[in-house]
């Protein structure tokens, strides 16, 4: 194990060509090295050997689903999950006296990586209003500042509550108790920042806020779609699946602005051919799109979809399917119609020729699977976006049988689960009313406050109270000096957190970090050793059993935490809440979940069963739970991001040494970029029609329709095959580019995947610190 | 590609002898060959078939489902296909005609003994006698499935079930 690093991490950036195939050997090396970094072989091995096992530790990262049990590998992680649980389970700690020698403004100076690296946190500390240190603070102490500054609110509605994705079912359920009881739903979370354009969309068409397919429909398409995601870096066990479905017989068409090295070929590190062969060939057909042009294709599709059905009738469409189960096919029809292909081919950047290629595939496929992620999310018409792409898995009947279906790929382990267990500021009634009736409080109607509105709340000072449970909100959020801004003009802020972050260094006149258990380590309390809940992507919902020694005797679990804030702030006011049987015994809250969470009933037997319960997704019994009660097709105005003349189109992105806000180094590596984040990826044609030089530097200006400059300083250009008009940067660096107002319409999701930026010559380099 | 064909009288109802073939997750307890059933979805399942010491994992797609009438299943997966029925029609003295057809490809719908078509009539022959004997000494079923499927796709039941079902509301 390394010491944590004393200095900023201080590199000379080195470009190389990108990599042409994803995991293999290098793989295995970068997580074994990474892992032994911060903890020692012992613990490197009770993580990994258990992650992803029945009875096992749940992979904190990315929430793709494990294989059926009696399926998975004696290794079952891939190489940003094996990274990313060893830097929970490392050996590092915050003591009393780091706060002692750093003060919140010299903290507020360090970069992401250099904050992460520090190690585990300990015990819990504050900093009171007028210093600009933190100290130590008993757990008392901290619940009964907490509560104090709850109840002099005006209202609880200047209360806000954060759920990142890293939190339990039972911790979420907890949470959106507790504001409920307290009396708002102001709820917001990290899904409004991911895939809430999804659930919108998905709801609005298929009556489900969640994908419709199983790994096992995955392996059975003819044709698989991978839309706007990069798996190789942010799914990598994803990659295995399209092996399998490749394996299989599958085709698989990649769309994305980025040659991804594991959009092209990837080398199973679990198997003989993927340590000494080629691999296997993941997209054979590549399409090189411009940001936000998603929408167009999909048109483009679907619009000689109903041509191909006008010269052979009969014989393309799915017609008994759209005849018994869909509604708006004969308004989608003649609208997308009406899409001209000069419009397409602007805003995709692809030829018609390709696109063609694209039906001819379509044609030859019985089963369908679209997957897409932040990508398509993460634009304003992102909501059309996917509403189009659920109307081409519609005309051929893709959905609801074996092989078909929609496949939103979600980034963060339980960030689905979280919402299914009520972390959402517009909960629908009967979810409310279950709630009365179990706890016997009447919750708040109202709809509250999503990560967005929160923020623009928090700045005009309708906002005074904030709670994170999990997550790093101020580097997730866009805009990030508003952002920061608005949390700095808070009374209280509050993080509930394993390692230090930023968001702990941007707080309000009085600030709390309540240090708790990590996923990996053991959670004793009263009735005995407990076990978490967590919901993949594919909607299974599992146990987490930590195994490590907890990083100190003072950390708290969540729900222990949540619990106690609870008691201490509500007393015996609020409802019939046995918030001391739920600390004892996490499997009472699970019972209270089973009589209000629809799917779970009878939670705490089914979910020891080995691979747990499948929640049922009503799009596979051909029931549709949204408006009209049918599959909906629907027609979607022609929208494209557009960029003026010397102007191109950002997209932010993670680098591969990367875990959502932290970067674990400064490298990433399939692109070719070492140590240096400040980079942007530019088409070398766009370097030379600007004026630029490789290695040049930049300032990355926004360009935006209020008066604010956002401006991003200190970026290398570094040319790079992305598509012609598009530029690309890591985020968190570049969030402080996306305005708090560029929001995807209906979703309210930032656009951080369309930015309209200007590239300025800039003098000098400045030292890479975060938020500076 | 043959075909094996087999039928079995059972001496009990159609609709009873019906909804306990509709049970497919308990055919291992009766079953010799027939070691694991996991019923992914309703039209969706994953079979294991063990014949000595070789077993075989396939999956297969349920593409028709007509309660107390038949169902009709299809291999899926790269390797040559096999598709299958199972009709039930009223027999003599109120039991049911139970009949089974199964076309397998050359490495067919198990790879255990898809390439020896007398094998396969033979074990399909035993696997129904072993459901009738379970069947018929249960008396009624023990429990039942009666969703109809259509091309491989669920048809909603009539009322449609209960929107508490499954969780409904957006998730980002």
């Known amino acids: ?772 | 590609m043959y075909t094996v064909e087999e039928t079995i009288e059972v001496a009990v109802p159609v609709r009873t002898a019906y909804n306990q073939w509709t049970q497919f997750k308990g055919f291992p307890g009766f079953m010799t060959v027939v070691k694991k059933v996991v019923q992914v979805r309703p039209a969706l399942l994953t079979w294991t078939l063990g014949f000595g010491p070789v077993h075989r994992e396939f999956q297969i797609e349920i593409v028709e489902q007509e309660p107390d009438s038949h169902l009709t299943w299809q291999g899926l997966g790269r390797r040559p296909v096999h598709r299958g029925e199972v009709s039930f029609r009223p027999g003599t003295a109120g039991g049911t005609a139970v009949t089974v057809r199964i076309e397998i490809g050359s490495r067919g719908a198990t790879g255990v003994f898809g390439g020896l078509p007398r094998l396969a009539g033979r074990v399909v022959r035993t696997e129904l006698t072993h459901f009738k004997e379970y069947v018929e000494g249960l008396g009624a079923e023990s429990g039942a499935w009666r969703g109809v499927i259509r091309d491989g796709r669920v048809r909603p039941r009539e009322p449609k079930p209960d929107r508490s079902r499954a969780a409904h509301w957006p998730v980002g």
């Open chain 1, 1 to 772: 194990m390394k010491k944590a690093p004393g200095d900023e991490p201080n590199e000379a950036l080195t470009v190389s060509s990108p990599k042409k195939w994803a995991a293999g050997v290098p793989a295995v090396v970068h997580a074994l090295e990474y892992s032994l970094e911060e903890t020692s072989p012992v613990r490197t091995g009770e993580t990994l050997l258990t992650m992803n096992q029945v009875g096992g530790i749940d992979c904190p990262g990315c929430a793709w689903a494990d294989p059926a049990p009696g399926h998975r590998h004696r290794n079952e992680y891939c190489e940003n999950g094996a990274k990313h649980i060893n830097d929970e389970a490392t050996s590092r700690r915050v003591t009393p006296d780091f706060f002692r020698t750093h003060t919140v403004s010299e903290l507020a100076r360090r970069s992401d990586q250099w904050l992460n690296q520090q190690g585990r946190l300990t015990e819990p500390v504050v900093k009171r209003p007028g210093s600009d240190f933190y100290e130590p603070i008993s757990w008392h102490d901290a619940f009964g500042l907490l509560a104090g500054e709850l109840k002099s609110l005006d209202s609880p509605d200047e209360a806000v509550f954060y759920t990142s994705g890293r939190a339990s079912n039972e911790a979420a359920f907890l949470l959106q108790l507790f504001a409920r009881a307290l009396g708002t739903n102001n709820l917001p979370d990290c899904s409004n920042l991911c895939h809430e354009s999804s659930g919108f969309a998905l709801h609005e068409t298929l009556g489900t806020g969640k994908g419709t397919v199983s790994l096992d429909d995955l392996h059975h398409a003819d044709l698989i779609f991978v839309v706007g995601q990069n798996p190789g870096s942010n799914h990598p066990r994803q990659l295995s699946a399209l092996e399998q479905a490749k394996r299989n017989g599958a085709r698989i068409i990649a769309v994305n602005p980025l040659p991804e090295a594991g959009l092209l070929r990837f080398k199973n590190p679990q198997k003989p051919r993927g340590l000494i062969g080629k691999g296997t060939q993941i997209a054979d057909r590549f399409l090189q799109i411009r940001n936000g042009g998603d929408l167009a294709l999909f048109q483009g599709i679907n619009r000689l979809l109903l041509e191909a059905e006008d010269a052979r009738p009969g014989r393309v469409l799915a017609h008994d399917f759209i005849r018994s189960d869909t509604k708006g096919f004969e308004e989608f029809a003649a609208h997308v119609r009406t899409v001209g292909w000069d419009d397409i081919l602007a805003a995709t950047g692809l030829t018609r020729e390709e696109i063609e290629q694209v039906r001819d595939e379509v044609l030859r496929s019985e089963r369908v699977i679209v997957c897409w992620a932040m990508g398509i999310t993460q634009h304003k018409h992102a909501v059309p976006t996917i509403r189009e792409m659920v109307n081409f898995l519609l005309l051929r009947g893709n959905v609801g049988r074996a092989g078909t279906g929609a496949c939103p790929v979600r980034g963060h382990s339980n960030v689905q689960g979280d919402r299914t267990m009520g972390i959402w500021e517009q909960m629908p009634d009967d979810f409310l009313d279950a709630l009365q009736e179990e706890f016997g409080f009447d919750p708040p109607r109202a709809h509250g406050l999503d990560s967005v509105n929160a923020i623009r709340a928090m700045r005009e000072g309708r906002v005074k109270f904030f709670l994170a449970l999990a997550g790093n909100f101020v580097r997730a959020a866009p805009d990030s000096e508003i952002t920061e801004e608005a949390m700095r003009g808070c009374r209280l802020t509050a993080h509930i957190s394993t390692k230090l972050n930023r968001s702990h260094t941007v707080c309000g006149e009085t600030a709390l970090i309540l240090p708790t258990l990590g996923r990996t380590e053991r959670d004793v309390q009263a009735d005995g050793e407990q076990f978490v809940t967590v919901e993949n992507s594919m909607s299974e919902v599992h146990t987490s059993h930590g195994r490590l020694r907890p990083s100190s005797p003072l950390l708290l679990s969540e729900i222990s935490i949540l619990c106690r804030l609870a008691r201490h702030t509500l007393g015996d006011g609020v409802g019939d809440i046995p918030w001391d049987r739920f600390e004892a015994d996490y499997g009472v809250i699970r019972d209270s979940i089973s009589r209000i969470v629809p799917g779970l009933h009878d939670f705490n037997r089914r979910v020891t069963r080995p691979g747990g319960i499948q929640l049922p997704n009503a799009v596979n019994e051909g029931v549709y739970h949204n408006d009209v009660g049918k599959a909906l097709f629907t027609a979607n105005a022609f929208e494209m991001p557009r960029a003026p003349e010397g102007h191109l189109l950002l997209q932010t992105l993670r680098s591969h040494d990367q875990w959502n806000t932290v970067p674990y180094t400064a490298d990433d590596r399939y692109r070719g970029i070492r140590g240096s984040r400040r980079v942007v990826l530019v088409n070398p044609e766009d370097v030379s029609a600007l004026g630029l030089a490789e290695g040049q530097y930049v300032d990355l200006v926004g360009v935006w329709d209020d008066d604010t400059e956002r401006r991003a300083e200190g970026f290398r250009v570094v040319p790079y095959p992305t598509a012609r008009g598009c530029a690309a940067a890591y985020y968190p660096e570049t969030n402080v580019l996306v305005p708090l107002d560029s929001v995807a319409d209906k979703s309210n999701q930032p656009t951080s995947k369309g930015i309209v930026v200007r590239l300025e010559p800039a003098a000098a380099p400045v030292p890479a610190a975060a938020g500076s």
